[in-house]
Structure formats: structure tokens, C-alpha cells
């Protein structure tokens, strides 16, 4: 069966410094791939998706980038945290176009201080 | 674009009453509606999806392109349906999920 790992699950982090956030997914191939954070009051934000390898799409301009350097690996990264970086990372994929289900990871708290 | 919109931030109502949540979606192409589910200290799971019309725990939701709705139902609450609950926006042409800002359901003893 398809499952799906996120770490850490907490950081704590200054200001400046760099961030890796990875996601892996195993029992399934070519996933498509997402990264969403989730704000109170905001939902989850959709950051990045990639439908293959090294393919990156950007949904809204940030501090921060994705790369996805093999089938079922997608990292998170940001080369300068900044306070308002901090939040709930979401890590998902689906098999499929937008009308199969997502399946989501348990998450990373970020802590930019 | 698309776009997903949940006008609630909190409901809360009393155990066996009814439980109505709203969505309303914008999407120009042909939409797929999911009802995510997130309970204390659980990762965020699918509830249910237009395109299976099952009842799960007790919920259904109906879509309705004319409305551009997809309200999520349960005739009598229950204290474990206390959670998260994110509508979500997908489709056939798009590799897309987008998620409303999510709706805290309470339900009181």
C-alpha cells in the first residue's frame, strides 16, 4: 500500500538560516506531488506541485522553493528563513489528475524565531 | 482559477442535531468536490468525494454545478465528529487541489 513520510515533524529555526523540509512516498509510482501549508483562519495554501521529475510548479511567489529530485522524493527548501515562514507544512500526493485523492502526510511544524 | 470558498469558520451545534457545511466553488472546467476530514492529532484523510455519492459516518454531500455548491450534511451530529473539515476543488484537467479555509465543527454533549 501507498504510504507517505514527512520530517521533522517540529523545527525550530532562526532567522537567515536555510531550511529542508523532505517528503518521500512509497508503493506507488510517477505520484504527483504537493506541498501545502496550512494557516489558521487560512486553510491550506497550495505552495508547489510537481507532476515529475525535476518538473516544479510554483503557485504563489514566496521565500521559498521546491525541487523533486527523484520519482518519489520532494523537498521544501529556503535558502533565508523569515518570521513569516513559520507554520503547518504539509507534504501530499495523488496518483492522478485533480479527481483522485490526495493522500497527506502528518506534517512539520515550523518555528522561524 | 479555480476557487474554493467555506463561509464558516466555527460551527458548533448539540449532539443530534443536524450538521450542515457549506462550500461553494469557481471553476471553469468540469469540477471534482472532496470533503477532507481532520481530527485532533491525525494527519488530514478524505471523507468523501462527489464522484462516489456514498455516506460516510453518516455524511453525504450533494454537488450542485447551478449553485456551484457542495454542502456537507449529517442528519444527527455525534461528539466524534468533532475535527477540521476542508472542502477541496480538483478536476480532470488539472493537477490541482485547491482547499476552502476550512470549517471547525464543535459538537457539544
Known amino acids: 500500500s501507498q504510504t507517505i513520510h514527512q520530517w521533522p515533524a517540529t523545527l525550530v529555526q532562526p532567522v537567515g538560516s536555510p531550511l529542508s523540509l523532505e517528503c518521500t512516498v512509497e508503493g506507488t509510482s510517477n505520484p504527483n506531488l504537493y506541498w501545502y501549508r496550512q494557516a489558521a483562519g487560512r486553510g491550506l495554501q497550495l505552495l508547489f506541485y510537481?507532476?515529475?521529475?525535476?518538473?516544479i510548479s510554483s503557485e504563489v511567489p514566496q521565500n521559498l522553493s521546491a525541487s523533486r529530485p527523484q520519482d518519489r522524493q520532494f523537498i521544501l527548501s529556503s535558502k533565508k528563513l523569515l518570521l513569516s515562514d513559520s507554520g503547518f507544512y504539509l507534504c501530499?500526493?495523488?496518483?492522478?489528475?485533480?479527481?483522485?485523492?490526495?493522500?497527506f502526510g502528518q506534517g512539520t511544524r515550523l518555528t522561524v524565531v | 482559477a479555480q476557487r474554493v470558498t467555506q463561509p464558516e469558520k466555527l460551527l458548533s451545534v448539540f449532539k443530534g442535531a443536524p450538521v450542515e457545511l457549506k462550500c461553494n466553488y469557481s471553476y471553469s472546467g468540469s469540477p471534482e468536490l472532496f470533503w477532507y476530514v481532520q481530527y485532533s492529532r491525525q494527519r488530514l484523510q478524505l471523507l468523501l468525494r462527489h464522484i462516489s455519492r456514498e455516506s460516510i459516518k453518516g455524511f453525504t454531500a450533494d454537488l450542485n454545478k447551478g449553485e456551484t455548491s457542495f454542502h456537507l450534511k449529517k442528519p444527527f451530529a455525534q461528539e466524534e465528529d468533532s475535527a477540521m473539515y476542508y472542502c477541496a476543488l480538483g478536476g480532470s484537467g488539472t493537477y490541482k487541489y485547491i482547499f476552502g479555509t476550512g470549517t471547525r465543527l464543535k459538537v457539544l454533549a
Open positions: 501530499a500526493f495523488a496518483e492522478g489528475k485533480g479527481s483522485t485523492e490526495a493522500f
Open positions: 510537481s507532476v515529475g521529475i525535476g518538473q
